[in-house]
């Protein structure tokens, strides 16, 4: 998994539904001011993209606290991404978050399990997604936990077994 945003433009899904996260900027900020939209929109939200936003909550600092300039990407960020993502391909194209949402997750007014049980029929799924967009970083999986928990919940063994294994 690279570290960064998931967009349109830097999430690749392949033809045997691979998942891949890329980013092809990695200058942009590790955090943004939520205050500050004109350096949201420079770096993450692209005129015909902000209809979305998949920054992890970690991510976004609120006035007065100052943004760290040694603050470093880490590999649960992607993983709140690529819950998103999922959650989208999941809900027919239907955006989990855009930015007011997200803020408003950030802040415990926005229930997005409600929202994905319009969309979504299996709680299995949207358990694990539920854990993977956790606002807490330290409680969401890994990727490889994740993989293991879709392995042995959703996904036949011959998934894991055959499919997976023939593929990649």
Not at 12 to 33: C, R
Not at 133 to 154: F, G, M
Request: hydrophobic letters at 40%; charged letters at 25%; a negative charge.
């Amino acid at each position: 998994m690279a570290h960064g945003d998931l967009k349109p433009d830097n999430i690749l899904v392949t033809s045997y539904d691979w998942l891949f996260l890329v980013d092809i900027n990695p200058m942009k900020p590790v955090q943004a001011l939520d205050t500050d939209l004109k350096t949201y929109n420079m770096y993450f939200g692209d005129l015909d993209n902000n209809n979305r936003c998949y920054l992890a909550p970690e991510r976004w600092i609120t006035p007065p606290k100052k943004l760290d300039e040694n603050a470093v990407l880490s590999p649960a960020m992607d993983v709140f991404s690529a819950g998103c993502i999922i959650a989208e391909i999941l809900s027919d194209g239907v955006p989990l978050f855009d930015l007011p949402k997200l803020q408003q997750y950030r802040h415990s007014t926005f229930d997005p399990e409600k929202a994905m049980k319009e969309r979504i029929r299996d709680p299995k799924l949207i358990t694990l997604i539920m854990e993977m967009i956790d606002l807490n970083p330290e409680k969401r999986p890994t990727s490889t936990e994740c993989l293991d928990h879709w392995n042995a919940t959703v996904f036949p063994d011959s998934f894991h077994t055959i499919f997976f294994q023939l593929f990649s």
